[in-house]
């Protein structure tokens, strides 16, 4: 079975500063990969995903996720944050070559921003 | 298109009592999964159906069940609540063929407080 961690639990930046935060998985075989965000009051939105081939991956609102197979890494960064992305970020994984969608999330990093 | 809807959004109850929650996927959509989300335990893996079959099953005792109807809404039922079933409750849907069926939609949830 596949599992996730998410290295920090709640990271506080001031707005423009740069935003990296940590995910690591655990599973031998082919995974895909999920950054979901939840902003305070809203349901959980898909930032980004990676299935194979490029492994920097672009999402929206300027996130972008790097995949570095050898680290069983999948790390989400953003050059310069603003308040609005102050939310709760998940990692998540599935592993399909196992024969099941269902996503295994990290606990999560809340990320407070400061004006 | 509309997204996931879950009904209802908040639920309170007693302890030893039966709760039915509904989630409608998206149109077109025909794989739903229902995952728990405590403060503790973060989200986990409550069930999967696809094509009113269970497909796949998290680590939760037999007092949580499911089913999907033809039309792809699906219910899920917890019998003899007990308190630490309290917990936002989401629905997710996916396609059901080609890389799209990796991707998971959320609903904003179902809260449910047991006293």
């Known amino acids: 079975a596949q599992s996730v961690s998410q290295h920090n639990h709640h990271v506080i930046l001031s707005e423009a500063a740069s935003l990296e935060l940590g995910c690591n998985y655990s599973y031998g075989g082919t995974v895909n990969l999920f950054w979901y965000v939840q902003y305070p009051g809203q349901h959980l939105q898909l930032l980004l995903k990676?299935?194979?081939?490029?492994?920097l991956v672009k999402g929206i609102k300027g996130f972008e996720a790097e995949f570095i197979k050898s680290k069983f890494s999948f790390n989400l960064r953003k050059p310069s944050v603003q308040w609005s992305d102050t939310a709760e970020y998940f990692c998540a994984v599935n592993a399909p070559g196992a024969g099941s969608y269902q996503l295994t999330f990290g606990k999560g990093t809340k990320l407070s921003v400061i004006p | 298109k509309a997204g996931v809807t879950q009904t209802p959004r908040y639920l309170i109850k007693t302890r030893g009592q039966q709760v039915t929650l509904s989630c409608s996927p998206i149109?077109?959509?025909?794989?739903v999964s229902w995952y728990q989300q405590t403060p503790g335990q973060g989200l986990q893996f409550l069930f999967e159906y696809f094509s009113e079959t269970q497909r796949n099953k998290g680590n939760f005792p037999g007092r949580f069940s499911g089913r999907q109807f033809s039309n792809s809404r699906s219910e899920m039922n917890v019998s003899t609540l007990e308190l630490g079933d309290s917990a936002l409750y989401l629905c997710?849907?996916?396609?059901?063929?080609?890389?799209?069926?990796?991707?998971?939609?959320f609903g904003a949830g179902t809260r449910l407080s047991v006293l």
């Open positions: 149109s077109g959509h025909r794989s």
């Open positions: 997710a849907s996916s396609f059901n063929s080609g890389i799209a069926k990796n991707i998971q939609y």
């Open positions: 990676y299935f194979s081939g490029d492994p």
